[in-house]
T-cell receptor
Framework: GAGVSQSPRYKVTKRGQDVALRCDPI?????LYWYRQALGQGPEFLTY????????KSGLPNDRFSAERPEGSISTLTIQRTEQRDSAMYRC???????????FGPGTRLTVL | EDQVTQSPEALRLQEGESSSLNCSYT??????LFWYRQDPGKGPEFLFT???AGEEKEKERLKATLTKKESFLHITAPKPEDSATYLC???????????FGKGTTLSVSS
């Protein structure tokens, strides 16, 4: 079966623009996580969904960041008024019911000029 | 303060030269400890989950062990294809997400 997919794989934008990053989890996985990974670091938690409910958004850095998962499957991470410090690899992970094991997607490399 | 610390940051081995990677953690209650492998330009690939002290898991040349304060990833007779960054992560009892260390970058030369 297909793994976690993310699109676009690369996104270059200008400072001040809004961007939307998409995550398509493994089919049937009820939990979905967004992480941000800087070079040479491990992934850092941003937010978590159980089905369509956003259960934890404590890792979102500020109110320019938001996420949704309206039908409990595909999720979108939106960054408004992007800043250069938002440049990073954004990773999505999903897990199935009753397990803590998270499977990661290939990530979206965001560059803000 | 770091909750997950991995050492060494980088490790160079000759093919066949066995070694261990360390992951020490400080959390109030451990729900699970995870090892991932990450190749350049790719997402972390799941290797193992350990839940309780004394537990061990093996996969090919890799064996992961867990104590109350740390985990080891033992690599026996490594091959060049084992070269990657190995990430350790913990899941706290009361937490939602994985807390990752910075990783150990392993290079195995033939």
């Amino acid at each position: 079966g297909a793994g976690v997919s993310q699109s676009p794989r690369y996104k270059v934008t200008k400072r001040g623009q809004d961007v939307a990053l998409r995550c398509d989890p493994i089919s049937g996985h009820v939990s979905l996580y967004w992480y941000r990974q800087a070079l040479g670091q491990g992934p850092e938690f941003l937010t978590y969904f159980n089905y369509e409910a956003q259960q934890d958004k404590s890792g979102l850095p500020n109110d320019r960041f938001s996420a949704e998962r309206p039908e409990g499957s595909i999720s979108t991470l939106t960054i408004q008024r992007t800043e250069q410090r938002d440049s990073a690899m954004y990773r999505c992970a999903s897990s199935s019911m009753g397990t803590d094991t998270q499977y990661f997607g290939p990530g979206t490399r965001l560059t803000v000029l | 303060e770091d909750q997950v610390t991995q050492s060494p940051e980088a490790l160079r081995l000759q093919e066949g030269e066995s070694s261990s990677l360390n992951c020490s953690y400080t959390v109030s209650g451990l729900r699970g400890l995870f090892w991932y492998r990450q190749d350049p330009g790719k997402g972390p690939e799941f290797l193992f989950t350990l839940y309780s002290a004394g537990e061990e898991k093996e996969k090919e040349r890799l064996k992961a062990t867990l104590t109350k304060k740390e985990s080891f990833l033992h690599i026996t007779a490594p091959k060049p294809e084992d070269s990657a960054t190995y990430l350790c992560a913990v899941h706290e009892q009361a937490g939602t997400a994985l807390i990752f260390g910075k990783g150990t970058t392993l290079s195995v030369s033939s």
